[in-house]
């Protein structure tokens, strides 16, 4: 078999969202909300694009490795997970209405 650098869709399966901790499969993240260490890192954190230790319903280190894994499983660059259906469908319509 000719050697590759392209996984068999199998194999990207299995392996896709893996960090490199050296873990078989990605943590749970069951923390819904996280500490901060004041006022002004609240702020940071309430405003940043993508920040992955604020609140669950925005983004989690769970989440983070799931839209990793459905876009090396779609062979894209990114991927979006929300935390329920209006979630999706609203960043859509938004999406299209600000065109």
Known sequence: MASS?????ATTAITAGRDDSG??????????????SGLEESHRQATAIHETKFYSRYANPTVE???????????????LAFASGMGAISSVVLALCSK
Do not use: C, G, R, V
């Open 5 to 9: 650098d392209k996984n068999q869709p």
């Open 23 to 36: 873990s078989l499969a990605p943590t749970l993240t069951p923390a819904t909300t996280w500490t901060s």
């Open 65 to 79: 490795a799931f839209e990793h894994a459905i876009a090396e499983l779609e062979n894209t660059q990114a991927a």
